[in-house]
C-alpha cells in the first residue's frame, strides 16, 4: 500500500471511528421530527407574513400618493411630508420574501430572477387591488388602522398646503 | 451488518432513524472516501478536508430525521460537505495552495506510480487555478461522476447554469494547458 493511499485509509478510519464514538456515546443526538417540522412551518409563516406586510405597506404607499398626488406642483410637498418609512418598510418586507422564497427547493431549479419578478409584482399587484378595492377608505374609517390612516393621510403640511390655495382646490 | 452492504442509502437512513443507530457506519463507510476527494478540491488541504468530512457526518446524523428520503441521500451529504468547505474557505479567506507533501512510495513499480502521481499533481494544480465556481462543478461531474441534476441539488443552482460553468470550467482549463 502506498504512503498515500495508508494517509487516506488513516484519516478514514479516524472519521469512522470519531463519529461513531459520539453516537454511541450519545455525545451527539438527533434533533426530533418536529424540530425540522416547526422549523418548516416557521419559515412558512415568515414568508406569508412578510409577503402580507409587503401588500399592505405597498397598497398604504399608492393609497398615501394617490390621496397626495404626485402630480406637477405638489412634488416638493409629497417628498417633504411623505412618511417614507412606509415605502421602505414595504421594501424590506418584499427582500425579506424573497429570503424566505430563496428557501425553497423550487428556487434553485427554476429561474430565480424570474421568481423574483413574478414576486415583486405580485405584491404590487395586490397592492393596487386592496387600493382599488377601497378597502383602504374603510380602514381609514374603521378598525385598528384607522388612526395610522388619519395620521399619514391627513397630514397638517399637506392640508395647510391646500389651505394656501397652492393646490389648486380647497379642502375646507 | 452483511444485510446493509445491500441495501440503498436511503433504506439504510430509515434503519438509522428507527431502529439501529449504528447502521450510520455503513453510511460513514460508503461516503468517506468520496467525501474526502470532494472536500480537498475545495479546501485542498487534507487535514482541513477531513475535519470538514467528519463534521459533515456529525452534522447529518443531527438532521438526519430532516432528511426526505424520496430524494438522494448522496445530493444531501455533498451538499453538508459543499457548505461546511465554504463556511471555511469564507472564514479563512484563503487561497490555498496545492498539497506538497506527496511522498514517493518505495514499493512497487517507482515509474507508473510516478508518472499517475504527477498527472494527479498536474490536473489538481490546474484546477487549483480555476476559480471555486467553475472548479467544483467540474470536479463533481467529470471526478465524481454526479449528473447535472445531482450537481444542480448540490450546489442549488439550475440544471442549465451548471451547463454553463462547466462548459465556462473547460474553456478556462484549456487555456490554463495551452500557456
Excluded at chain 1, 425540522?36 to 407574513?49: A, N, Y
Excluded at chain 1, 393609497?63 to 406642483?73: D, H, N, T, V
Excluded at chain 1, 381609514?140 to 395610522?148: A, D, E
Amino acid at each position: 500500500m502506498s504512503e498515500i493511499n495508508r494517509k487516506t485509509k488513516n484519516e478514514e478510519l479516524k472519521i469512522e471511528d470519531g463519529v461513531m464514538a459520539k453516537v454511541k456515546s450519545g455525545e451527539i443526538k438527533m434533533k426530533p421530527k418536529w424540530y425540522f417540522v416547526l422549523g418548516s412551518l416557521l419559515s412558512l409563516m415568515g414568508l406569508v407574513g412578510f409577503s402580507i406586510g409587503a401588500v399592505f405597506l405597498t397598497n398604504l404607499t399608492i393609497f398615501l400618493i394617490r390621496k397626495r398626488g404626485p402630480g406637477y406642483g405638489r412634488l416638493d410637498i409629497l417628498l417633504s411630508s411623505f412618511p417614507i418609512w412606509i415605502p421602505v418598510l414595504a421594501i424590506s418586507g418584499i427582500a425579506l420574501g424573497i429570503w424566505f422564497l430563496k428557501k425553497y427547493d423550487f428556487s434553485y431549479k427554476k429561474n430565480f430572477i424570474f421568481i423574483t419578478v413574478i414576486f415583486v409584482l405580485s405584491v404590487i399587484i395586490a397592492g393596487f387591488v386592496v387600493d382599488t378595492a377601497g378597502l383602504n377608505d374603510l380602514w381609514s374609517h374603521k378598525g385598528p388602522l384607522r388612526g395610522l390612516y388619519q395620521r399619514y393621510g391627513d397630514q397638517r403640511g399637506v392640508l395647510q398646503w391646500h389651505r394656501e390655495g397652492r393646490g389648486g382646490m380647497n379642502l375646507q | 451488518m452483511k444485510k446493509l452492504k445491500k441495501i440503498k442509502d436511503e433504506e439504510i437512513i430509515e434503519i438509522v432513524r428507527s431502529e439501529d443507530k449504528e447502521a450510520y457506519s455503513e453510511i460513514i463507510k460508503r461516503y468517506e472516501k468520496k467525501l474526502l476527494r470532494y472536500a480537498n478540491y475545495l479546501v485542498k488541504d487534507e487535514h482541513d478536508a477531513a475535519d470538514i468530512v467528519q463534521e459533515s457526518f456529525i452534522k447529518a446524523y443531527v438532521k438526519i430525521k430532516s432528511f426526505n428520503k424520496r430524494k438522494s441521500f448522496s445530493s444531501w451529504i455533498y451538499r453538508i460537505v459543499h457548505n461546511e468547505a465554504m463556511n471555511l474557505v469564507k472564514r479563512e479567506k484563503r487561497k490555498v495552495k496545492i498539497d506538497e507533501k506527496m511522498e514517493f512510495d518505495s514499493g512497487v513499480d517507482i515509474e507508473e506510480d510516478l508518472i499517475r502521481k504527477e498527472l494527479k499533481l498536474d490536473t489538481r494544480n490546474y484546477l487549483d487555478q480555476i476559480p471555486v465556481k467553475y472548479c467544483e462543478p467540474l470536479s463533481l461531474f467529470y471526478l465524481e461522476d454526479k449528473s447535472y441534476e445531482q450537481i444542480s441539488d448540490i450546489l442549488r443552482i439550475p440544471v442549465g447554469t451548471v451547463g454553463t460553468r462547466i462548459n465556462r470550467a473547460k474553456k478556462i482549463l484549456q487555456k490554463i494547458c495551452q500557456k
